[in-house]
């Protein structure tokens, strides 16, 4: 039987279930709010910001049942877990956010050939307004999550609400600007510059997810402390060909340990479990696999 998920591991699973739970709740709720307010005004700029949390619905409900499916535990056939379907979710969210861009600039070129005036702007900076507080208080529990958990998915929800602040007041602006000024190509370009921002971070989200997918090493300094851990072990001689990669929010490190060659198997094994269990304990929840080598073998190596 494989092991079960550990207590500290149930309670990062409901930490991310609640986080996106109330990701979908929010995202709903602000996306019939500015429905309501762009149909009422007929500002592009909130147009837009309801597509972006149309979006952010979709977005949401993936990462929901990536969270949900990532959660458990790792079965005979997947024996690494289901860690990565948070990263496929990602790259999903990514598209959805990058077509929602597309869309937004379509309709801004659109305005600019053919103006539309803006009606009562006083609804539509309420609304923003409004929006805003309620995404602020959204963020900073994600973030919290996010810190409790590594979730990837978490995360890109994370990055669509912090675009969502910056569009928000980018188009409190432009409405504040049409109001006082009556220059209604304004809440056009606040449009476009929403879009725009859109596809920036779908890209940024593809990026880390295909390189999740795509087993990047981790960062430098998680090696390093690999490397750190191992040479203040006074019974090691060595590692060489270090591999690592995150398996969806729980490290995984391969390499091979260098020993004194005159240890028996068994006295191998003890000292390979004392550094096995460093590792672990520097990394909770990490998977280590090591390859004893004796010290001064010449052989075919990664490194090289």
């Not at 600007?177 to 009556?182: A, D, G, I, S, T």
């Not at 606040?190 to 990047?216: H, P």
């Not at 550094?275 to 075919?300: F, R």
Request: aromatic share 10%; net charge negative; hydrophobic share 50%.
């Amino acid at each position: 039987m494989l092991p079960q998920p550990s207590a500290d591991r149930k309670n990062i699973n409901r930490l991310k279930k609640i986080a996106v739970t109330a990701s979908v709740s929010v995202s709903a709720g602000l996306a019939l709010i500015k429905l309501a307010a762009s149909l009422y005004t007929g500002s592009l700029a909130v147009l837009s910001s309801m597509v972006d949390s149309l979006s952010d619905i979709f977005s949401s409900l993936i990462s929901f049942i990536a969270v949900k499916f990532s959660s458990q535990p790792a079965s005979v056939e997947h024996r690494y877990g289901f860690g990565k379907a948070e990263a496929l979710s990602a790259l999903v969210q990514s598209a959805f956010i990058a077509g929602s861009g597309v869309f937004v600039v379509y309709e801004g070129v659109s305005r600019f050939i053919s103006p539309r005036p803006v009606g009562d702007t006083g609804v539509g900076i309420l609304v923003m307004a409004a929006s805003t507080v309620i995404t602020l208080g959204l963020i900073a529990f994600q973030k919290y999550v996010v810190k409790k958990t590594a979730s990837l998915a978490v995360a890109a929800d994370s990055a669509h609400y912090l675009v969502d602040i910056a569009t928000n007041l980018s188009i409190m602006i432009s409405l504040i600007v049409v109001r006082l000024f009556e220059i209604y190509w304004f809440d056009t370009l606040a449009a476009l510059f929403v879009s725009f921002y859109l596809l920036i971070n779908a890209y940024k989200i593809a990026r880390e997810a295909i390189a999740l997918l795509m087993d990047k090493e981790l960062p430098e300094e998680v090696r390093q402390d690999i490397f750190n851990l191992v040479n203040n072990c006074g019974f090691c001689r060595g590692i060489h060909d270090l591999r690592t990669r995150d398996l969806g929010g729980v490290y995984m490190f391969e390499f091979h340990l260098e020993l004194d060659g005159g240890l028996s198997l068994y006295q191998a094994h003890e000292l390979t479990d004392i550094v096995e269990n460093e590792v672990k304990a520097l990394y909770p929840g990490s998977q280590v696999i090591i390859h004893q080598d004796p010290a001064g073998l010449d052989e075919e190596r990664l490194d090289n």
